[in-house]
């Protein structure tokens, strides 16, 4: 089946524009994670919703980052008024609800690359 | 604060040379354990995952890793590295169900002809 995909995969944006990074769990899947992974470095946490609900957003670095999932599928991370230390890859990770073999595993997309000049 | 340190940012080994990378992480209560391995430019695939079932698990591509709670580590290993395992390989920790991951900082093997 269809993993999870984030699109798009390679954004440039000017200092000070908005981005909208949009995630596609895999079908069926509660829990959908965004990850911000600097280059050389691990991914690092930035918010867990379970289904539409916002469960955890501690690792948002600033209140120019806002993230959403209105019907419980589909995800977008929101950056405003980007900033050069936003420039990072952003991963996007789904999870089954629980019950299922796979309950504690992360699926990861491949990742959308943020470039900000 | 919860932490998973990888000892080595940097691997580099012979082909068909034993891999060993390294991983400890910081808790009193064993948590859920990740081998993910990141090729450039994609996402992150799981190697193999630690449930609590058995201490030495097996994953994909022949990776294992061994729980060892009284070191508190997690190490991988492979008997005989191929030039396709190239890659940055992150070990990870879940401490609770349908929570955030924490990852290491990464470790990239390099593979000598």
């Known amino acids: 089946g269809a993993g999870v995909s984030q699109s798009p995969r390679y954004k440039v944006a000017k200092r000070g524009q908005d981005v909208a990074l949009r995630c596609d769990p895999i079908s069926g899947h509660v829990s959908l994670f965004w990850y911000q992974q600097a280059l050389g470095q691990g991914p690092e946490f930035l918010t867990y919703?379970?289904?539409?609900?916002?469960?955890?957003k501690s690792g948002l670095p600033s209140d120019r980052f806002f993230a959403e999932r209105p019907e419980g599928s589909v995800s977008t991370l929101k950056i405003q008024r980007t900033q050069q230390e936003d420039s990072a890859v952003y991963l996007c990770?789904?999870?089954?609800?629980?019950?299922?073999?796979?309950?504690?595993?992360?699926?990861f997309g491949p990742g959308t690359r943020l470039t900000v000049l | 604060a919860q932490s998973v340190t990888q000892l080595g940012s940097h691997v580099s080994v012979s082909e068909g040379a034993l891999v060993l990378l390294r991983c400890n992480y910081s808790?009193?209560?064993?948590?859920?354990l990740f081998w993910y391995v990141q090729y450039p430019n994609q996402g992150l695939q799981l190697l193999l995952k630690?449930?609590?079932?058995?201490?030495l698990v097996k994953g994909i591509n022949g990776f294992e890793a061994e729980f060892k709670k009284s070191e508190t580590s997690f190490h991988l290993t492979k008997p005989s590295a191929h030039m396709s395992d190239a890659a940055e390989y992150f070990c990870a920790v879940l401490y609770s169900s349908a929570s955030k991951i924490i990852f290491g900082s990464g470790t990239r093997l390099s593979i000598r002809p």
């Open positions: 990770a789904s999870s089954p609800a629980r019950g299922s073999s796979s309950y504690n595993e992360q699926f």
């Open positions: 808790s009193s209560v064993p948590p859920y």
């Open positions: 919703f379970q289904n539409e609900a916002q469960l955890d």
């Open positions: 630690y449930t609590s079932a058995a201490t």
